[in-house]
């Protein structure tokens, strides 16, 4: 009865030297466990890519190249941007022209990021994003 | 890795901290993240300034209110300016 006890928690526990396996041993468990790259490399996070990208004066939109990320577990952060100020030309002038300062951003595929904005009026934007990957 | 981004006539116009090597004929391999390089253009192995042009000021257009006093004070004047 002790013997057949034992031998029972042998097989579950297994031996160090198992190898890594979902429906093994305890220790073949935890092998492939510890093989998972969350655990391996100690973070969630799989690459971090940061960029600064200009839309020139007569750009609306404007594009930068990254390394290539999984785009399904990648998020685009938007980290501000600045543009100079603009006013309404004659005859009207009197208004000061602001959308040319709002921009959006685009993960646009694996390798590309993507800045937009509805107009420029004749000024530079700058942009400044974080590309975080995850495995 | 760094690298500036570059459009046809060479003029830096993204700086990017990348994960790994990238082999792109529009980016150029940087120390680290410059930001001061964006908007001057790569001369040989060398980055440049680009001269902006001088922005000339618009004269602006007096507002309508303006204008109307001045055509009444120039019918008062009787075409006169003061």
């Not at chain 1, 040319?100 to 530079?124: G, P, W, Y």
Request: hydrophobic share 35%.
């Amino acid at each position: 009865m002790m013997e057949a006890l034992l031998s029972f928690f042998r097989r579950q526990v297994g031996l160090r030297t198992d190898t890594a396996s979902t429906t093994g041993s305890l220790h073949a468990k935890i092998g492939t466990m510890i093989g998972k790259p969350i655990i391996a490399n100690g973070s969630a996070v799989k690459s971090v890519q940061r960029g600064t990208l200009v839309l020139s004066s007569t750009q609306t939109t404007n594009t930068a190249t990254i390394s290539a990320v999984n785009t399904a577990k990648t998020m685009l952060n938007f980290l501000g941007a600045s543009a100079g100020s603009s006013a309404e030309t004659a005859p009207t002038n009197r208004y000061a022209q602001t959308s040319h300062h709002f921009v959006r951003l685009t993960l646009t595929n694996s390798t590309t990021v993507t800045a937009t904005r509805v107009s420029h009026h004749d000024r530079e934007a700058t942009v400044s994003y974080e590309v975080i990957e995850y495995w | 890795m760094y690298y500036a981004q570059i459009d046809m006539d060479g003029i830096c116009y993204a700086v990017t901290q990348t994960t790994g090597p990238i082999e792109q004929d529009d980016l150029i391999e940087i120390d680290g993240y410059d930001e001061s390089l964006l908007g001057k253009r790569r001369a040989g192995e060398a980055w440049e300034d680009v001269p902006v042009e001088p922005e000339i000021p618009v004269e602006p257009e007096p507002d309508r209110i303006t204008q109307l006093e001045q055509v009444v004070d120039a019918m008062l004047t009787g075409g006169e300016t003061l």
